[in-house]
């Protein structure tokens, strides 16, 4: 019996980030407390760094590697940088020390009771939350692995891999803790419920091709005749376990709580990265092994995407939480992806591929933005607060300003692009009456972002009011990238456009 | 051999699991549920790598029970410290987070 060959040099990008986080468990372990913090937050970056330029000297690569397990072409590599930008101008918030008085936005211990004596014990000592460093790094590797992952058993470890250091990260907040424990506890539960389901889906889709391979699968579907109930139902079981990971309708509800429960730093993150990992392996699992059945699976994600769209729109009006209306942006946003997904071709993934990119990292930004808003409880995010934000500091609300625009497709910037690439996608798919939901949904949303702008720049600021904190340089250059890719990708888009249309080309 | 029986079983299993989370107020039945929905998977793919004959299926169950351990790691992790907290394990006493 021969061992099985590694493609090392197409995986080197997994491998660096894998071992990254392995390594930050042992620093956790044997270097002393007070190097701790300095050396886990190098080590995160510079692992983040040689993954990237790795990934940027694979581009172009299209191989199938570790025994036909994982795929390294287009799609895979252009969503990996992008996660590893995100991932890079993330650890920068996370590292942010200056906003809060004595740390970082994350408790000191975990573990440590809200309230208790210990707890105050260890925020004199002014001790640091370490342990989210190699967390992230396992999660930014699970999100790498993904949207490359080329069978049904690596597409659920990867999932797991991905989701469970998000669980525990979500519980990790300084500040207001019970709602961070709770959002942990909503988002475990949701979650591990909902991988359950995928892979019950998976066992059907496995039952029908006899095998776990995307390619093989492919094959199955014009050979295996009479068994289409197993496979319809595997692949709606499995949809089901990766619409809840976008978080589409009906799949959304732990969204916002998660959103607005979890540490800012780590929503930004989640909220960006998450969801390119996510559709990157919608989009491979959609295509390349149900691709043959697209006339099955469309029109229930015909009903979702419409659903996604007009609910996240709708009930953004109601909210009073910057940071819930934030998320149910994000569900909006989803619902676009999903028009373009409906469409089923390059073009399509190109765009979902270009749109994804400048979600992330308008999304990142915007609650970037939040962290800074603060008063005597920490972040202040109750809208009616942020009235007369633009008088106080107009810098800031101007910058949040542009990331809300974008987000609502205002030309000149990011989000109008990406927008009108995944709407011309899917009326070149045939789902024209999906974009005619999409553009209302779109005016809808428009509405209530403009409505924060309003408040920040023309009403008067409130009596005690939040401050704006100064942060550090970490997050002023995350904050200042985030902003200048939004307006620059809104001028010239066409660099990343051409690379997304070169990248949309799936190995099988 | 027919795999109709475990998978009857299997579905059966999966149920349970899934109303279980749904229905249940203490979140560690509820915990429970979803490692129930893990094994009824873990049958289906044993059931169907028995009926195509290879070990495909197999190697999932494998991977599934690890998985599955690291789950109550972390899941465990959470809910002791809720727990711990508000000396309550139901999820209907985890409602700070409304609209």
Do not use: C, K, N, P
């Given at each position: 019996m021969t061992a099985p060959t590694l493609e090392y040099a197409e995986l080197a990008p997994l491998i660096t980030v894998f071992g990254a986080a392995v390594i930050g468990v042992l620093i956790e372990a044997f270097v002393p407390r007070r190097a701790r913090h300095t050396v886990q937050v190098v080590l995160a970056l510079l692992a983040l760094v040689a993954s990237l330029v790795q990934v940027i000297a694979l581009a172009g690569t299209e191989v199938v590697a570790a025994v036909g397990a994982v795929v390294i072409d287009g799609p895979a590599l252009f969503l990996q940088g992008t996660i590893l930008v995100l991932s890079i101008i993330s650890i920068a918030f996370f590292a942010e020390r200056k906003l809060e008085a004595g740390g970082d936005a994350f408790a000191p211990a975990a573990s440590s009771l809200p309230g208790s004596d210990e707890e105050r014990v260890l925020v004199r000592e002014r001790r640091l939350q370490t342990e989210i460093y190699p967390l992230m790094l396992f999660a930014v590797a699970g999100m790498m692995l993904f949207p490359a992952a080329n069978d049904l058993l690596i597409m659920f470890i990867a999932l797991e891999v991905l989701s469970l250091p998000l669980y525990l990260m979500c519980g990790m907040a300084r500040r207001r803790r019970l709602l961070s424990h709770e959002a942990a506890l909503k988002y475990f539960l949701l979650g591990a419920f909902s991988s359950a389901v995928f892979l019950f889906g998976s066992a059907f889709v496995y039952g029908f091709a006899g095998s776990l391979r995307f390619s093989e699968i492919s094959t199955a579907l014009t050979t295996e005749i009479g068994k289409e109930g197993l496979l319809l139902s595997g692949v709606g079981l499995m949809a089901v376990g990766l619409l809840f990971k976008v978080g589409a309708v009906p799949f959304h509800a732990w969204t916002p709580d998660v959103y607005q429960g979890a540490p800012t730093p780590v929503t930004a993150f989640m909220a960006a990265c998450t969801k390119l990992a996510a559709f990157g392996a919608m989009v491979r699992l959609f295509y390349v092994a149900f691709g043959g059945v697209r006339s099955d699976w469309q029109p229930m994600l015909w009903a979702v995407a419409i659903a996604t769209m007009v609910v996240g729109a709708v009930v953004a009006l109601t909210q009073t939480d910057i940071k819930r209306m934030l998320a149910y942006s994000s569900?909006?946003?989803?619902?676009?992806?999903?028009?373009?997904?409906?469409?089923?071709?390059?073009?399509?993934?190109a765009a979902i591929l270009f749109y994804l990119a400048t979600y992330g990292i308008a999304t990142l930004g915007a609650f970037a933005v939040v962290t800074l808003v603060r008063d005597s409880g920490g972040e202040a995010t109750h809208l009616s607060k942020w009235a007369g934000l633009g008088k106080r500091s107009p810098i800031v609300a101007g910058t949040f300003a542009l990331f809300l625009l974008a987000f609502a497709g205002i030309p000149m910037t990011s989000g109008f692009v990406g927008k009108l690439s995944v709407f011309a996608a899917a009326i070149d798919g045939g789902a024209t009456p999906l974009v005619i939901v999409g553009v209302l949904a779109s005016a809808v949303a428009a509405f209530f972002y403009v409505r924060v702008i309003v408040l920040m720049f023309f009403s008067a600021p409130a009596e005690e009011g939040p401050t704006v904190a100064v942060p550090s340089v970490w997050t002023t250059v995350g904050i200042s990238l985030g902003a200048a890719a939004t307006l620059l990708l809104g001028l010239v888009p066409g660099p990343l456009l051409d690379l997304a249309q070169q990248a949309a080309v799936f190995v099988r | 051999m027919s795999p109709t029986p475990y998978l009857v079983l299997s579905v059966i299993l999966f149920t349970i699991g899934g109303a279980g989370v749904l229905l249940r107020r203490n979140a560690l039945v509820a915990f429970m549920s979803v490692e129930l929905m893990l094994n009824a998977a873990n049958l289906a793919f044993v059931a169907f790598a028995r009926m195509h004959g290879n070990l495909d299926g197999q190697i999932v169950a494998f991977f599934v029970m690890v998985v599955a351990a690291a789950e109550v790691v972390v899941g465990?992790?959470?809910?002791?410290?809720?727990?711990?907290?508000?000396?309550?394990?139901?999820?209907d006493d985890a409602s700070l987070l409304k609209l």
């Open positions: 569900i909006a946003h989803a619902g676009f992806v999903l028009t373009a997904l409906v469409a089923a071709d390059q073009t399509a993934t | 465990l992790a959470i809910i002791v410290t809720i727990f711990r907290t508000r000396r309550s394990a139901s999820v």
